[in-house]
Protein backbone atom coordinates (compact mmCIF):
# COMPACT_ATOMS: atom_id res chain seq x y z
CA UNK A 1 0.00 0.00 0.00
CA UNK A 2 1.00 3.61 -0.63
CA UNK A 3 0.85 5.10 2.94
CA UNK A 4 1.20 8.47 4.30
CA UNK A 5 1.81 9.76 7.57
CA UNK A 6 1.32 13.73 8.82
CA UNK A 7 2.44 14.85 11.69
CA UNK A 8 3.54 17.94 12.86
CA UNK A 9 6.04 17.35 16.14
CA UNK A 10 7.55 14.46 15.75
CA UNK A 11 11.24 14.07 15.10
CA UNK A 12 12.00 13.17 11.45
CA UNK A 13 14.55 11.05 9.70
CA UNK A 14 17.52 12.79 9.25
CA UNK A 15 18.18 14.82 12.11
CA UNK A 16 18.63 14.84 15.93
CA UNK A 17 16.38 13.77 18.33
CA UNK A 18 15.63 10.16 19.42
CA UNK A 19 13.01 8.33 17.12
CA UNK A 20 9.14 8.54 18.27
CA UNK A 21 5.82 7.19 17.24
CA UNK A 22 5.42 7.95 13.66
CA UNK A 23 9.40 7.09 12.62
CA UNK A 24 9.39 3.73 14.28
CA UNK A 25 5.91 3.42 12.77
CA UNK A 26 7.39 4.71 9.23
CA UNK A 27 9.85 1.50 9.64
CA UNK A 28 7.28 -0.81 10.56
CA UNK A 29 5.29 0.12 7.12
CA UNK A 30 8.45 -0.33 4.77
CA UNK A 31 9.75 -3.26 6.57
CA UNK A 32 6.07 -4.71 5.56
CA UNK A 33 6.52 -3.77 1.98
CA UNK A 34 4.69 -0.53 1.89
CA UNK A 35 5.46 2.73 0.69
CA UNK A 36 5.80 5.70 3.37
CA UNK A 37 4.91 9.74 2.33
CA UNK A 38 5.93 11.40 5.71
CA UNK A 39 4.24 15.23 6.24
CA UNK A 40 5.51 17.32 8.27
CA UNK A 41 6.00 20.94 9.53
CA UNK A 42 9.35 23.25 8.72
CA UNK A 43 9.10 24.52 11.96
CA UNK A 44 10.72 22.07 15.06
CA UNK A 45 7.99 22.56 17.34
CA UNK A 46 10.72 22.46 20.69
CA UNK A 47 13.31 24.29 19.30
CA UNK A 48 11.45 26.80 17.75
CA UNK A 49 13.18 27.18 14.99
CA UNK A 50 13.42 26.38 11.28
CA UNK A 51 14.57 22.83 10.87
CA UNK A 52 17.16 23.53 8.39
CA UNK A 53 16.21 20.17 6.03
CA UNK A 54 15.63 20.54 2.49
CA UNK A 55 11.24 20.31 1.89
CA UNK A 56 12.00 17.13 0.12
CA UNK A 57 14.15 14.14 1.00
CA UNK A 58 14.52 10.79 1.05
CA UNK A 59 15.95 9.05 4.16
CA UNK A 60 16.12 5.39 5.63
CA UNK A 61 13.25 4.34 2.88
CA UNK A 62 11.06 7.42 3.87
CA UNK A 63 9.99 10.09 1.55
CA UNK A 64 10.06 13.39 3.69
CA UNK A 65 7.78 16.44 2.54
CA UNK A 66 8.10 19.49 4.89
CA UNK A 67 5.21 22.04 4.62
CA UNK A 68 6.50 25.59 4.99
CA UNK A 69 5.34 27.15 8.17
CA UNK A 70 4.43 30.27 10.19
CA UNK A 71 6.52 30.34 12.96
CA UNK A 72 5.54 30.78 16.85
CA UNK A 73 7.64 31.51 19.74
CA UNK A 74 5.49 29.88 23.00
CA UNK A 75 3.04 26.99 23.09
CA UNK A 76 0.28 28.88 24.08
CA UNK A 77 -1.48 31.79 22.04
CA UNK A 78 -2.70 33.53 18.40
CA UNK A 79 0.48 32.43 17.00
CA UNK A 80 0.59 28.75 17.22
CA UNK A 81 -2.72 28.55 15.99
CA UNK A 82 -2.49 30.96 13.13
CA UNK A 83 0.53 28.79 12.27
CA UNK A 84 -1.34 25.20 12.49
CA UNK A 85 -4.53 26.52 10.61
CA UNK A 86 -1.88 28.08 7.81
CA UNK A 87 -0.18 24.84 8.09
CA UNK A 88 -3.17 22.46 7.27
CA UNK A 89 -4.33 25.04 4.29
CA UNK A 90 -0.93 24.59 3.11
CA UNK A 91 -0.97 21.00 3.04
CA UNK A 92 -3.80 20.44 1.76
CA UNK A 93 -2.95 22.28 -1.13
CA UNK A 94 0.89 20.64 -1.65
CA UNK A 95 -0.66 17.28 -1.08
CA UNK A 96 -3.71 18.38 -4.06
CA UNK A 97 -0.90 19.24 -5.98
CA UNK A 98 1.93 16.43 -6.28
CA UNK A 99 -0.95 13.56 -6.27
CA UNK A 100 -2.39 16.29 -9.86
CA UNK A 101 1.23 16.48 -11.21
CA UNK A 102 2.07 13.15 -10.72
CA UNK A 103 5.04 13.53 -8.26
CA UNK A 104 2.42 11.58 -5.80
CA UNK A 105 0.44 8.75 -5.81
CA UNK A 106 -2.61 9.24 -3.77
CA UNK A 107 -2.75 7.38 -0.61
CA UNK A 108 -4.65 4.03 -0.19
CA UNK A 109 -3.97 5.23 3.97
CA UNK A 110 -3.93 8.54 5.21
CA UNK A 111 -2.75 8.94 8.82
CA UNK A 112 -3.37 11.63 10.85
CA UNK A 113 -1.76 12.59 13.93
CA UNK A 114 -3.68 14.50 16.33
CA UNK A 115 -2.93 17.02 17.74
CA UNK A 116 -3.33 19.70 16.16
CA UNK A 117 -6.82 19.30 15.23
CA UNK A 118 -7.74 21.94 12.60
CA UNK A 119 -6.38 19.88 9.64
CA UNK A 120 -8.98 17.28 10.09
CA UNK A 121 -11.59 19.33 7.82
CA UNK A 122 -8.95 19.57 4.82
CA UNK A 123 -8.00 15.84 5.13
CA UNK A 124 -11.11 14.45 5.32
CA UNK A 125 -11.76 16.27 1.89
CA UNK A 126 -8.64 15.28 0.45
CA UNK A 127 -9.23 11.58 1.06
CA UNK A 128 -13.10 11.56 0.48
CA UNK A 129 -11.61 12.79 -3.26
CA UNK A 130 -8.93 10.07 -3.61
CA UNK A 131 -11.44 7.45 -1.83
CA UNK A 132 -8.76 6.94 0.66
CA UNK A 133 -8.88 5.93 3.83
CA UNK A 134 -8.43 8.38 6.47
CA UNK A 135 -7.19 7.05 9.74
CA UNK A 136 -6.89 9.59 12.86
CA UNK A 137 -4.13 8.58 15.16
CA UNK A 138 -4.57 10.54 19.06
CA UNK A 139 -1.29 11.37 21.18
CA UNK A 140 -2.73 14.25 23.45
CA UNK A 141 -6.24 15.13 24.15
CA UNK A 142 -6.96 18.50 22.91
CA UNK A 143 -8.27 20.62 23.99
CA UNK A 144 -8.52 19.12 27.35
CA UNK A 145 -5.26 20.07 27.80
CA UNK A 146 -5.60 23.42 27.81
CA UNK A 147 -8.51 23.70 30.66
CA UNK A 148 -5.53 23.30 32.85
CA UNK A 149 -4.14 26.23 31.73
CA UNK A 150 -7.01 28.63 32.57
CA UNK A 151 -6.72 30.70 35.75
CA UNK A 152 -8.10 28.22 38.54
CA UNK A 153 -11.42 30.33 39.15
CA UNK A 154 -12.19 29.99 34.87
CA UNK A 155 -11.27 26.02 34.45
CA UNK A 156 -14.91 24.95 35.40
CA UNK A 157 -15.73 26.94 32.30
CA UNK A 158 -13.27 24.99 30.00
CA UNK A 159 -16.18 23.63 27.88
CA UNK A 160 -17.64 26.38 27.37
CA UNK A 161 -14.16 28.46 26.24
CA UNK A 162 -12.91 25.55 24.18
CA UNK A 163 -16.16 24.50 22.79
CA UNK A 164 -15.39 25.17 19.15
CA UNK A 165 -12.35 22.95 19.49
CA UNK A 166 -14.53 20.00 21.48
CA UNK A 167 -16.86 20.51 18.15
CA UNK A 168 -13.28 20.03 16.36
CA UNK A 169 -11.88 17.05 17.96
CA UNK A 170 -15.22 15.23 18.39
CA UNK A 171 -16.16 15.53 14.72
CA UNK A 172 -12.88 13.72 13.76
CA UNK A 173 -13.18 11.05 16.06
CA UNK A 174 -16.40 10.58 14.75
CA UNK A 175 -15.68 10.90 11.20
CA UNK A 176 -12.49 9.14 10.69
CA UNK A 177 -12.76 5.86 9.27
CA UNK A 178 -10.55 4.28 11.86
CA UNK A 179 -9.34 6.20 15.28
CA UNK A 180 -5.93 4.59 17.42
CA UNK A 181 -4.70 6.29 20.27
CA UNK A 182 -1.60 5.87 22.83
CA UNK A 183 -3.86 4.96 26.21
CA UNK A 184 -7.04 2.93 27.11
CA UNK A 185 -8.03 6.05 29.17
CA UNK A 186 -8.82 8.31 26.28
CA UNK A 187 -11.38 5.76 25.14
CA UNK A 188 -14.08 7.97 26.71
CA UNK A 189 -13.19 11.06 25.27
CA UNK A 190 -12.89 9.52 22.03
CA UNK A 191 -16.18 7.55 22.06
CA UNK A 192 -15.30 4.94 19.61
CA UNK A 193 -16.32 1.35 20.64
CA UNK A 194 -13.65 0.62 18.14
CA UNK A 195 -10.80 2.50 19.16
CA UNK A 196 -7.42 0.87 18.95
CA UNK A 197 -4.80 0.99 21.83
CA UNK A 198 -1.33 1.06 20.74
CA UNK A 199 0.81 2.42 23.32
CA UNK A 200 4.39 4.68 23.00
CA UNK A 201 7.11 2.98 22.02
CA UNK A 202 10.86 2.56 21.49
CA UNK A 203 13.43 0.88 19.92
CA UNK A 204 14.63 -1.22 23.16
CA UNK A 205 17.36 -2.87 21.39
CA UNK A 206 19.42 0.27 20.75
CA UNK A 207 19.90 0.37 24.71
CA UNK A 208 21.75 -2.55 26.46
CA UNK A 209 21.21 -2.58 30.38
CA UNK A 210 22.97 0.26 32.17
CA UNK A 211 26.45 -0.48 34.02
CA UNK A 212 26.23 -0.36 37.62
CA UNK A 213 27.31 3.68 38.73
CA UNK A 214 29.13 4.85 41.94
CA UNK A 215 26.65 6.05 44.58
CA UNK A 216 27.31 9.49 44.46
CA UNK A 217 25.96 11.33 43.80
CA UNK A 218 22.62 10.54 43.22
CA UNK A 219 21.76 12.11 39.59
CA UNK A 220 18.58 13.08 38.43
CA UNK A 221 17.42 13.55 35.27
CA UNK A 222 14.91 15.71 33.29
CA UNK A 223 14.60 15.56 29.61
CA UNK A 224 11.66 17.08 27.65
CA UNK A 225 9.96 20.32 26.60
CA UNK A 226 9.80 23.42 29.19
CA UNK A 227 6.56 24.72 28.81
CA UNK A 228 3.82 25.62 31.15
CA UNK A 229 2.46 21.85 31.73
CA UNK A 230 5.69 21.34 33.99
CA UNK A 231 6.59 22.36 37.41
CA UNK A 232 10.07 22.90 36.72
CA UNK A 233 10.09 25.83 38.93
CA UNK A 234 9.14 23.54 42.10
CA UNK A 235 11.97 20.62 40.60
CA UNK A 236 14.83 23.26 40.32
CA UNK A 237 14.14 25.18 43.86
CA UNK A 238 13.91 21.88 45.55
CA UNK A 239 17.39 20.70 43.98
CA UNK A 240 18.58 23.96 44.77
CA UNK A 241 17.60 23.59 48.52
CA UNK A 242 18.53 20.14 48.61
CA UNK A 243 21.71 21.10 47.52
CA UNK A 244 22.87 24.23 49.91
CA UNK A 245 21.43 22.18 53.07
CA UNK A 246 24.70 19.57 51.48
CA UNK A 247 23.05 16.69 49.64
CA UNK A 248 25.03 15.27 47.03
CA UNK A 249 22.85 15.05 44.40
CA UNK A 250 22.87 16.63 40.87
CA UNK A 251 19.75 17.41 38.02
CA UNK A 252 20.93 17.22 34.01
CA UNK A 253 18.19 19.29 32.16
CA UNK A 254 17.94 18.84 28.42
CA UNK A 255 15.48 19.98 26.43
CA UNK A 256 14.12 23.66 25.29
CA UNK A 257 10.94 25.53 25.66
CA UNK A 258 9.29 29.06 27.27
CA UNK A 259 11.08 27.68 31.12
CA UNK A 260 14.84 27.76 29.31
CA UNK A 261 15.56 31.21 30.73
CA UNK A 262 14.58 30.00 34.01
CA UNK A 263 16.22 26.50 33.83
CA UNK A 264 19.33 29.02 33.15
CA UNK A 265 19.19 31.27 35.80
CA UNK A 266 18.78 28.28 38.29
CA UNK A 267 21.99 27.10 36.75
CA UNK A 268 23.73 30.28 37.97
CA UNK A 269 22.68 29.61 41.06
CA UNK A 270 24.10 26.37 41.79
CA UNK A 271 26.55 23.66 39.71
CA UNK A 272 23.58 20.64 40.95
CA UNK A 273 22.15 21.72 38.25
CA UNK A 274 22.70 21.85 34.61
CA UNK A 275 21.04 22.51 31.35
CA UNK A 276 22.07 20.79 28.25
CA UNK A 277 19.66 22.68 25.42
CA UNK A 278 18.19 20.01 22.91
CA UNK A 279 20.52 17.31 22.63
CA UNK A 280 21.22 14.94 20.28
CA UNK A 281 19.98 11.22 20.03
CA UNK A 282 24.06 10.38 21.23
CA UNK A 283 24.59 12.97 24.15
CA UNK A 284 20.79 12.08 25.30
CA UNK A 285 22.24 8.19 24.92
CA UNK A 286 25.12 9.11 27.08
CA UNK A 287 23.18 11.42 29.50
CA UNK A 288 20.40 8.78 30.46
CA UNK A 289 23.00 6.16 30.67
CA UNK A 290 24.95 8.05 33.40
CA UNK A 291 21.49 9.15 35.35
CA UNK A 292 20.04 7.46 38.28
CA UNK A 293 16.39 8.80 38.61
CA UNK A 294 14.43 10.33 36.12
CA UNK A 295 11.65 13.03 36.88
CA UNK A 296 7.91 13.57 35.76
CA UNK A 297 7.46 16.98 37.09
CA UNK A 298 4.00 17.01 34.78
CA UNK A 299 0.79 19.08 36.18
CA UNK A 300 -2.26 17.17 35.79
CA UNK A 301 -4.96 17.26 33.54
CA UNK A 302 -2.84 17.60 31.42
CA UNK A 303 -4.17 15.60 28.66
CA UNK A 304 -1.30 13.35 28.62
CA UNK A 305 -1.22 9.66 29.80
CA UNK A 306 2.09 8.76 29.56
CA UNK A 307 4.46 10.93 27.92
CA UNK A 308 7.10 10.08 25.93
CA UNK A 309 10.14 10.66 28.84
CA UNK A 310 8.29 8.13 30.69
CA UNK A 311 9.40 5.61 28.03
CA UNK A 312 12.51 6.99 27.40
CA UNK A 313 13.41 6.59 31.62
CA UNK A 314 12.34 3.34 31.46
CA UNK A 315 13.98 2.20 28.71
CA UNK A 316 17.10 3.47 29.97
CA UNK A 317 16.54 1.40 33.52
CA UNK A 318 16.03 4.52 35.41
CA UNK A 319 14.31 5.10 38.79
CA UNK A 320 10.94 7.16 37.43
CA UNK A 321 10.13 9.95 40.27
CA UNK A 322 6.49 11.07 39.32
CA UNK A 323 4.73 13.57 39.48
CA UNK A 324 1.66 12.41 37.39
CA UNK A 325 -0.86 10.79 38.38
CA UNK A 326 -3.61 8.57 36.09
CA UNK A 327 -2.31 5.81 33.88
CA UNK A 328 1.44 6.55 34.63
CA UNK A 329 1.59 6.39 38.22
CA UNK A 330 -0.86 3.38 37.77
CA UNK A 331 2.02 1.46 35.45
CA UNK A 332 4.47 2.78 38.12
CA UNK A 333 2.88 1.44 40.85
CA UNK A 334 2.24 -2.01 39.29
CA UNK A 335 6.00 -2.62 38.22
CA UNK A 336 7.43 -1.00 41.27
CA UNK A 337 9.39 1.24 39.03
CA UNK A 338 9.44 4.63 40.93
CA UNK A 339 7.93 6.75 43.61
CA UNK A 340 5.71 9.76 43.46
CA UNK A 341 5.86 13.44 44.71
CA UNK A 342 3.17 16.19 45.16
CA UNK A 343 4.02 17.87 41.64
CA UNK A 344 3.56 21.59 43.32
CA UNK A 345 4.87 20.74 46.21
CA UNK A 346 8.69 21.56 47.29
CA UNK A 347 8.43 19.58 50.21
CA UNK A 348 6.68 16.55 48.71
CA UNK A 349 9.49 16.57 46.18
CA UNK A 350 12.11 17.60 48.44
CA UNK A 351 10.89 14.31 50.98
CA UNK A 352 10.80 11.93 47.79
CA UNK A 353 14.30 12.46 46.84
CA UNK A 354 15.89 12.55 50.18
CA UNK A 355 13.82 9.08 50.59
CA UNK A 356 15.63 7.73 47.27
CA UNK A 357 19.29 9.18 48.39
CA UNK A 358 18.79 7.22 51.52
CA UNK A 359 18.49 3.91 50.04
CA UNK A 360 20.40 3.30 46.41
CA UNK A 361 19.41 -0.26 46.63
CA UNK A 362 15.96 0.65 45.97
CA UNK A 363 16.67 2.97 43.09
CA UNK A 364 18.59 0.50 41.66
CA UNK A 365 15.96 -2.09 41.75
CA UNK A 366 13.05 0.17 40.86
CA UNK A 367 14.95 1.08 37.73
CA UNK A 368 15.24 -2.79 36.78
CA UNK A 369 11.62 -2.49 37.81
CA UNK A 370 11.60 -0.15 35.07
CA UNK A 371 13.48 -1.92 32.45
CA UNK A 372 11.04 -5.14 32.74
CA UNK A 373 7.93 -2.24 32.75
CA UNK A 374 9.62 -1.18 28.96
CA UNK A 375 10.32 -4.22 27.88
CA UNK A 376 6.48 -5.44 28.53
CA UNK A 377 4.87 -2.19 27.61
CA UNK A 378 6.90 -0.11 25.47
CA UNK A 379 8.85 -2.35 22.74
CA UNK A 380 8.31 -0.39 19.77
CA UNK A 381 9.19 -3.50 17.39
CA UNK A 382 6.06 -4.95 18.98
CA UNK A 383 3.66 -2.36 19.42
CA UNK A 384 4.83 -0.69 16.16
CA UNK A 385 4.46 -3.58 14.10
CA UNK A 386 1.09 -4.67 15.39
CA UNK A 387 -0.06 -1.49 14.47
CA UNK A 388 1.56 -1.22 10.81
CA UNK A 389 -0.79 -4.65 11.04
CA UNK A 390 -3.99 -2.88 11.63
CA UNK A 391 -3.56 0.01 9.26
CA UNK A 392 -3.03 -2.88 6.52
CA UNK A 393 -6.49 -4.77 7.79
CA UNK A 394 -7.81 -0.81 7.38
CA UNK A 395 -6.40 -1.04 3.88
CA UNK A 396 -7.92 -3.98 2.91
CA UNK A 397 -11.39 -2.86 3.79
CA UNK A 398 -10.78 -0.16 1.19
CA UNK A 399 -10.16 -2.67 -1.25
CA UNK A 400 -13.11 -4.69 -0.65
CA UNK A 401 -15.22 -1.57 -0.73
CA UNK A 402 -13.46 -0.80 -3.97
CA UNK A 403 -13.88 -4.27 -5.71
Same mark, same amino acid.
Given at each position: MNIWINTAFDSLPGEEGRPLRYRLLAEALIRRGHTVILWSSDWHHVKKENRGLPLIYNQDGVEVRLVPTLPYRTNIGWARWKSHARYAKDWARLAAEAVEKGALQKPDCLILAMPPLGIFHVAEQLTKTWASRLIVDVQDLWPEAFHR +??????????GLLFSQLHRLAKYA?????????????????? #?? @??LRVFPLGMNL??????? *???????? +?????????LYAMDVL?? =?? *?? /????????? *???????? #????VEAYTRRTPAIRFHGYLSEGALDRLLRASDVGVVPMRQNSGVAVPNKVVDYAMYGLCILNG??????? /? *?????AGGFYQVDSIDSLMSAIESLN??? @?????? =????????? @?????????? @?MAQWIESIGALKETHDA
Open positions: +LLPRKLRALGYQKADAVSSVSESYRDVI #GR @EDTSVSPRP *LRSVEPLR +LVYIGNLGALE =GV *LR /LAEKGLAIT *LDVAGDGP #GRPQLTGKTQE /L *LDAYEDNR @EEVTKK =GNHARRMAE @ECFDGQRIYG @E
